[in-house]
C-alpha cells in the first residue's frame, strides 16, 4: 500500500505547528512568564527553545521521514539487525493515547465554553457565580460526556476523509482561522484602558523578581515550557515527517514551525495581561485563568461577549488542531501494526478513545474520591503527570540517542536526512553537544520532573 503524502509544504508547516499549539501555550506559557519573572523567563524560553527543542526535532522528523512510516514502525526500518530501539514505538504510542485520554475532556470544555459564551450566559454574573459555573460544568458527568464524544467524533471523522482532503485541508483552515483571531484579540487587549501596565509586566524583565525567585527556578521554569511546548517524544512530529518529500532539509522547517509556535503562545499574553490589568484582576494561575478570570474580564468589557466568543473559538482550534495531528499519528500506527485501511482504523479508535476519555470525564464527579497524586489532585492530573514528566522526556531522549550514537542509527546517517534539500543545514561541529551535553540536559528535565 502506497504510503499517503501531505498536498503542500504549508500544510505540513501548519499541520505540525497545529500539533504543537495547544492549551499549553495559551494558558500555560503566560502564567509561567507572568510568574518567573516576565522578560526574563521570556529570554530564556527562547534560549531553550533553540538549544533542546529545535535540535530534537529535527532527529524526530529526520527517523519518520527516512523510514515513511510512524513511530510503531520507524525505528524497525531504521535500526541495525538485533537491536531493540523499536520497543520505544510502544511508549510513544502509549504516550499518544494516554495524552488523548484527557486532552479531548479539556478540548470538550473549550467547546463548552463556546457555546456559553456565545449564548450569552455569563451576562450579569458576578466573580462568584463565574467560578460557581466552572465547578458546576466539572461535576456534571453528561455534560463533560457529551462535549468529549463531539470532539472525539468530530476528530475521528476529519481524519477518516483523509490525509490531504481530511486532516491537512481543515487543519489549514484552522490555523489560518485562529491566527487572525488571536493577533485581533491582542490589537484590542493592547488599547484597553490601563493595558498598558500589563505589557510592562509582560515584557520588561523585571531583576527584582529574580531575586525574589532565584535564577535556577526561572532557566528550569524556561527550560520546561521550552522542551513540552512542541510536544516532541510521542512520533507527533515524526508522523508528519514521514508524509513529506526530501526538498526541504529539516531544521529549517523545524526552526519555522517552533517560531510558529512561539508566536502563539507569545501573542497569548499579549490578550491575557493588558486584560487582566485593564480591569485590575491578577493573572491567576492554571485553569482558573481560562475559565474563571477572563470570563470575568469579558463580562466588564465593552462587546465582551464577542471578545469572549471569538477567545473560546480561539481556544478550541487550538485544542482541536493537536488532537487531529495525534488522532492521524494514531490511526497511522495501528494501519502500520495491524495492516488496516484508513476506515477501519478510524472506527475502532472512535470506540478505544471515547471509551479510554471516561476516567477523565468521571474523575471531577464520580470518581472524584480518587486522588493519585494526593489531595485535591485528579485523574487528569496523573495522566498529565505520565504523559509530561516521563513519557515526552523519555521518548525525546530515546530519539536523541538513536540519532547520534553508534549504538542507534547513527550521528551521519541522521545528519545526511536532515540535511537533505533546500534551507538551512545542521553544522557538523554540533555533533559533541547533541552527543554529549544535550543528553544531560533532557536527563535532568526527567529527574526535576519525577523530583
Given at each position: 500500500m502506497e504510503r499517503e503524502k501531505l498536498g503542500s509544504r504549508m500544510g505540513f508547516i501548519l499541520l505540525s505547528a497545529g500539533c504543537a499549539i495547544g492549551i499549553g501555550n495559551v494558558w500555560r506559557?503566560?502564567?509561567?512568564?507572568?510568574?518567573?519573572?516576565?522578560?526574563?523567563?521570556?529570554?530564556?524560553?527562547?534560549?531553550?527553545?533553540?538549544?533542546?527543542?529545535?535540535p530534537v526535532m529535527t532527529m524526530e522528523f529526520a527517523a519518520g521521514r527516512a523510514s515513511r512510516k510512524s513511530i510503531i514502525r520507524s525505528f524497525h526500518a531504521l535500526e541495525k539487525p538485533g537491536q531493540k530501539w523499536h520497543l520505544h514505538g510502544y511508549l510513544g504510542m502509549a504516550g499518544n493515547y494516554i495524552?488523548?485520554?484527557?486532552?479531548?475532556?479539556?478540548?470538550?470544555?473549550?467547546?463548552?465554553?463556546?457555546?456559553?459564551?456565545?449564548?450569552?450566559?455569563?451576562?450579569?454574573?458576578?466573580?462568584?457565580?463565574?467560578?460557581?459555573?466552572?465547578?458546576?460544568?466539572?461535576?456534571?458527568?453528561?455534560?463533560?460526556?457529551?462535549?468529549?464524544?463531539?470532539?472525539?467524533?468530530?476528530?475521528?471523522?476529519?481524519?477518516?476523509?483523509g490525509l490531504q482532503k481530511g486532516v491537512e485541508r481543515i487543519t489549514k483552515i484552522m490555523m489560518t482561522l485562529l491566527l487572525v483571531i488571536i493577533i485581533v484579540l491582542a490589537v484590542h487587549s493592547i488599547t484597553l484602558k490601563g493595558g498598558m501596565e500589563g505589557l510592562e509586566f509582560?515584557?520588561?524583565?523585571?531583576?527584582?523578581?529574580?531575586?525574589?525567585?532565584?535564577?535556577?527556578?526561572?532557566?528550569?521554569?524556561?527550560?520546561?515550557q521550552a522542551f513540552f511546548t512542541l510536544s516532541l517524544g510521542i512520533g507527533a512530529m515524526g508522523i508528519f515527517g514521514s508524509y513529506i518529500d526530501k526538498k526541504r532539509s529539516l531544521l529549517g522547517e523545524s526552526v519555522n514551525i517552533a517560531v510558529l509556535d512561539t508566536f502563539v503562545a507569545?501573542?497569548?499574553?499579549?490578550?491575557?495581561?493588558?486584560?487582566?490589568?485593564?480591569?485590575?484582576?491578577?493573572?491567576?494561575?492554571?485553569?482558573?485563568?481560562?475559565f474563571i478570570t477572563l470570563p470575568n474580564i469579558?463580562?466588564?468589557?465593552?462587546?465582551?461577549?464577542?471578545?469572549?466568543?471569538?477567545?473560546?473559538?480561539?481556544?478550541?482550534?487550538?485544542?482541536?488542531?493537536?488532537?487531529?495531528?495525534?488522532?492521524?499519528?494514531?490511526?497511522?500506527?495501528?494501519m502500520d501494526l495491524f495492516h488496516w485501511n484508513r476506515k477501519k482504523a478510524c472506527l475502532v479508535n472512535l470506540?478505544?478513545?471515547?471509551?479510554?476519555?471516561?476516567?477523565?470525564?468521571?474523575?471531577?464527579?464520580?470518581?472524584?474520591?480518587?486522588?493519585?497524586?494526593?489531595?485535591?489532585?485528579?485523574?487528569?492530573?496523573?495522566?498529565?503527570?505520565?504523559?509530561?514528566?516521563?513519557?515526552?522526556p523519555v521518548g525525546s531522549l530515546c530519539y536523541l540517542l538513536f540519532c547520534v550514537t553508534r549504538f542507534g542509527w547513527g550521528f551521519d546517517k541522521y545528519i545526511e536526512e536532515a540535511n537533505t534539500g533546500e534551507g538551512l543545514k545542521i553544522p557538523h561541529w554540533i555533533r559533541f553537544y547533541v552527543t554529549y551535553i544535550l543528553p544531560v540536559l533532557i536527563l535532568l528535565l526527567i529527574i526535576k520532573g519525577l523530583i
Open positions: 506559557f503566560p502564567y509561567v512568564a507572568g510568574q518567573y519573572g516576565g522578560g526574563v523567563f521570556v529570554i530564556f524560553y527562547l534560549f531553550f527553545l533553540i538549544i533542546m527543542g529545535v495524552l488523548m485520554m484527557f486532552y479531548t475532556t479539556v478540548a470538550g470544555w473549550m467547546l463548552y465554553y463556546f457555546y456559553l459564551m456565545l449564548t450569552g450566559q455569563f451576562q450579569g454574573k458576578n466573580a462568584g457565580q463565574t467560578g460557581e459555573m466552572f465547578q458546576e460544568m466539572l461535576s456534571s458527568p453528561q455534560t463533560l460526556l457529551v462535549t468529549m464524544a463531539i470532539i472525539v467524533a468530530a476528530g475521528i471523522f476529519v481524519c477518516s476523509i509582560y515584557l520588561l524583565p523585571d531583576f527584582q523578581r529574580i531575586k525574589d525567585i532565584s535564577i535556577w527556578e526561572i532557566i528550569t521554569a524556561a527550560m520546561n507569545f501573542v497569548s499574553g499579549l490578550i491575557i495581561f493588558p486584560a487582566c490589568f485593564a480591569f485590575n484582576i491578577s493573572p491567576d494561575q492554571g485553569p482558573g485563568l481560562i469579558f463580562n466588564k468589557m465593552a462587546g465582551g461577549r464577542i471578545w469572549g466568543t471569538l477567545f473560546f473559538v480561539f481556544m478550541t482550534f487550538a485544542a482541536f488542531s493537536t488532537i487531529l495531528a495525534v488522532f492521524e499519528n494514531i490511526i497511522s500506527c495501528c470506540v478505544a478513545i471515547t471509551v479510554l476519555s471516561l476516567p477523565c470525564v468521571f474523575g471531577y464527579n464520580i470518581l472524584s474520591s480518587f486522588q493519585p497524586l494526593g489531595e485535591g489532585s485528579t485523574v487528569l492530573d496523573l495522566e498529565d503527570f505520565i504523559v509530561s514528566n516521563i513519557i515526552l
